[in-house]
């Protein structure tokens, strides 16, 4: 066992900055901002602050109190907590159940990290400068058809990942997230900026923020469940490893706020940045992940300054890639790390070398293994389908049902600064309103 002295985070700022880095991902960039277009607009919005309040902020508060609890590892952390409340140490398997998750699900977001390098790189060549339809396509297509090149891509950012976290918390997991969230928040801000130049900014906004509640339906209030629930990185372990090194005296609840508040703006201000480019170049709007990597790409190289405006999108991508990706890294190292004798950064080569070795097996779905499937799905499509459709809500829902129903109820409520009335509201979502609200989201996605 390592006897490693348990780091900290040196401020509530800095803890901020890491776990609205890890919540900051892909899926913000333009799956959120698309699904509120798409769902009724600022109706969606609401009812997305409602489920993120009932089912997303409850759970994200039960990691951290965990995490800070145990001031361990997830594993090991929900061990000790289920022996001193007197249950079955078996509570540890929710633990190994988000390191895992986290583990298998950076194996296939570091590939689509490396495409994000790989059109960065491709920005600055000018690749893109005047390419028709058929060209960017071809791109594309010929990127996932090359092993190499994919595995380039995936080694590439890997290295990145590896290198920032084997620096441990202080100066690698904060370091990194103090350059990177303020430099996606500028580059953020000065592609809106432009938005505002197309003619086509209040198209935008009307696209999100008009209210149609007529769009609004069961399947609408589970997609904003379930974007509430993924969106905060919850059920990977992630927010467990954060919380351990948090101090007593920062406000649970309070954090979790600010959390939510600074990843849905960021969603929300994203879509101001892409759809105007979308709605001024008449762009498909329901082209999903595709049109990251093939629409917007068309417009970028049709347009004036269109190098410039498509290297800072892509180095967008790449940072919000790689702030979540060192978070999904972080519990696997720590488990690594205080479960063997390994140093800090021995754990993190290890545990980086087997994410990268099983990212290889995903990378090859598209082109050499295309043609090897489990259960229908090819390698890819499979780490996806096992880790979203079932680790990470059954440990998020094992996380809150933990919290709210085995830990000694007195002791949460002062842990979280809770008076009468708080009391009972926590008690209610925590014990019902969320664990019903996961469990709704698992049923569905199925």
Same mark, same amino acid.
């Given at each position: 066992?390592?006897?490693?002295?348990?780091?900290?985070?040196?401020?509530?700022?800095?803890?901020?900055?890491?776990?609205?880095?890890?919540?900051?991902?892909?899926?913000?960039?333009?799956?959120?901002?698309?699904?509120?277009?798409? =769902? &009724?607009?600022? @109706?969606?919005?609401?009812?997305? !602050?409602?489920?993120?309040? $009932?089912?997303?902020?409850?759970? %994200?508060? *039960?990691?951290?109190?965990?995490?800070?609890?145990?001031?361990?590892?997830?594993?090991?952390?929900?061990?000790?907590?289920?022996?001193?409340?007197?249950?079955?140490?078996?509570?540890?398997?929710?633990?190994?159940?988000?390191?895992?998750?986290?583990?298998?699900?950076?194996?296939?977001?570091?590939?689509?990290?490396?495409?994000?390098?790989?059109?960065?790189?491709?920005?600055?060549?000018?690749?893109? =400068? &005047?390419?028709? @339809?058929?060209?960017?396509?071809? !791109?594309?297509?010929?990127? $996932?058809?090359?092993?190499?090149? %994919?595995? *380039?891509?995936?080694?590439?950012?890997?290295?990145?990942?590896?290198?920032?976290?084997?620096?441990?918390?202080?100066?690698?997991?904060?370091?990194?997230?103090?350059?990177?969230?303020?430099?996606?928040?500028?580059?953020?801000?000065?592609?809106?900026?432009?938005?505002?130049?197309?003619?086509?900014?209040?198209?935008?906004?009307?696209?999100?923020?008009?209210?149609?509640?007529?769009?609004?339906?069961? =399947?609408?209030?589970? @997609?904003?469940?379930?974007?509430?629930?993924?969106?905060?990185? $919850?059920?990977?372990?992630?927010?467990?490893?954060?919380?351990?090194?948090?101090?007593?005296?920062?406000?649970?609840?309070?954090?979790?706020?600010?959390?939510?508040?600074?990843?849905?703006?960021?969603?929300?201000?994203?879509?101001?940045?892409?759809?105007?480019?979308?709605?001024?170049?008449?762009?498909?709007?329901?082209?999903?992940?595709?049109?990251?990597?093939?629409?917007?790409?068309?417009?970028?190289?049709?347009?004036?300054?269109?190098?410039?405006?498509?290297?800072?999108?892509?180095?967008?991508?790449?940072?919000?890639?790689?702030?979540?990706?060192?978070?999904?890294?972080?519990?696997?190292?720590?488990?690594?790390?205080?479960?063997?004798?390994?140093?800090?950064?021995?754990?993190?080569?290890?545990?980086?070398?087997?994410?990268?070795?099983?990212?290889?097996?995903?990378?090859?779905?598209?082109?050499?293994?295309?043609?090897?499937?489990?259960?229908?799905?090819?390698?890819?499509?499979?780490?996806?389908?096992?880790?979203?459709?079932?680790?990470?809500?059954?440990?998020?829902?094992?996380?809150?049902?933990?919290?709210?129903?085995?830990?000694?109820?007195?002791?949460?409520?002062?842990?979280?600064?809770?008076?009468?009335?708080?009391?009972?509201?926590?008690?209610?979502?925590?014990?019902?309103?969320?664990?019903?609200?996961?469990?709704?989201?698992?049923?569905?996605?199925?």
């Amino acid at each position: 066992m390592s006897n490693t002295q348990h780091a900290h985070w040196s401020s509530r700022l800095t803890f901020i900055l890491a776990a609205t880095g890890s919540a900051v991902g892909l899926g913000n960039i333009w799956k959120f901002p698309y699904m509120v277009g798409d =769902s &009724g607009g600022a @109706a969606f919005v609401l009812i997305y !602050l409602l489920c993120i309040g $009932l089912v997303g902020l409850p759970i %994200l508060v *039960a990691e951290w109190l965990v995490g800070r609890r145990g001031q361990k590892n997830p594993a090991n952390s929900m061990a000790d907590l289920a022996r001193s409340a007197g249950a079955s140490r078996s509570w540890m398997i929710v633990g190994i159940s988000g390191i895992l998750g986290a583990f298998l699900i950076l194996s296939f977001y570091s590939v689509i990290g490396g495409w994000s390098l790989y059109y960065t790189l491709s920005s600055v060549t000018g690749a893109f =400068s &005047g390419q028709d @339809a058929d060209g960017i396509s071809a !791109l594309f297509t010929g990127m $996932l058809a090359s092993p190499g090149l %994919l595995l *380039a891509g995936h080694s590439v950012f890997m290295l990145l990942v590896i290198g920032i976290v084997a620096r441990g918390v202080t100066k690698g997991l904060e370091g990194a997230v103090r350059s990177l969230m303020p430099a996606l928040g500028v580059l953020l801000v000065v592609l809106v900026g432009y938005g505002m130049t197309t003619g086509y900014f209040g198209e935008a906004l009307g696209f999100m923020f008009n209210p149609d509640f007529g769009k609004v339906d069961g =399947s609408v209030v589970l @997609a904003a469940m379930g974007q509430a629930f993924f969106t905060l990185s $919850l059920g990977m372990g992630i927010m467990m490893a954060y919380g351990s090194y948090l101090n007593e005296e920062i406000n649970l609840l309070k954090t979790a706020r600010t959390v939510i508040i600074l990843d849905t703006l960021v969603a929300l201000v994203s879509g101001l940045a892409i759809f105007p480019i979308v709605f001024a170049n008449g762009l498909d709007l329901s082209s999903g992940p595709g049109l990251i990597f093939v629409t917007l790409p068309l417009a970028f190289g049709n347009m004036g300054g269109g190098v410039i405006l498509s290297l800072m999108f892509f180095l967008l991508l790449t940072f919000a890639a790689l702030t979540s990706a060192i978070s999904l890294l972080e519990p696997v190292v720590e488990f690594v790390e205080e479960r063997t004798p390994l140093s800090r950064i021995a754990s993190t080569l290890v545990a980086g070398a087997a994410t990268w070795a099983l990212g290889i097996a995903a990378l090859l779905a598209f082109n050499v293994w295309g043609d090897v499937l489990v259960f229908g799905l090819n390698i890819f499509d499979l780490l996806d389908t096992v880790t979203s459709k079932f680790l990470l809500p059954l440990t998020g829902l094992m996380a809150i049902i933990f919290v709210a129903w085995v830990l000694d109820r007195d002791s949460v409520r002062r842990e979280l600064g809770l008076g009468e009335t708080g009391a009972m509201v926590w008690s209610v979502v925590s014990r019902f309103i969320a664990p019903i609200g996961v469990i709704a989201v698992f049923v569905s996605s199925l």
